[in-house]
C-alpha cells in the first residue's frame, strides 16, 4: 500500500490532547512521547540518507522535516540542544511543558544518528511563557 500522509490542524490536536488528558490524566503524556518516538525513526531514516552521515547536514535535514512536517516553525539543533520555536504542540498559558511528541520525536532523531541512547527533557517551553521550547539531550549513563 503506497504512503499516505494526513493533515490535523493545531486546534484538532490540542482537543485531542484534552480527550486523552481527561480520560488518562498523566498517563497519556507517555503515550504522546512513544508517539513522537515512531514518528521520528522515520524523520531520522530520512535525514540519515539525505545527509550521508555528514552530522551537520544530517541535523540541518531533520530540522527542515521538523518543520516541512508542521511540528515547529524553525528548529535549530547542536550537539547537545534542540531550540524550537512554534511548536504545534504548545498551548499558552498551560504553565508546564506540553510538547511530548516532538520531546520523542527529537530523542530518536539524536540516538539514531549517534546509535545511542538519549535523555531528552524540555527545559523551556513556549506554554509556560519561554521564548522558545528547549530540549536538552544528555547520552544516558553519563
Known sequence: MPIRTIRISRDELLDIRKIYENVMSYACYGLFFRKGEVLGDNIADIAMKSSEGEKEKYFE?????????GWVEKAIMSDDKVVAEGSIEVEEGKG???????KGIIKRIYEKHYDESFNCEEIECQSKGDDACVFKLERKGV
Open 61 to 69: 535535514v531533520a530540522a527542515n522535516l521538523l518543520a516541512g512536517r
Open 96 to 102: 508546564q511543558p506540553t510538547c511530548y511528541v516532538l
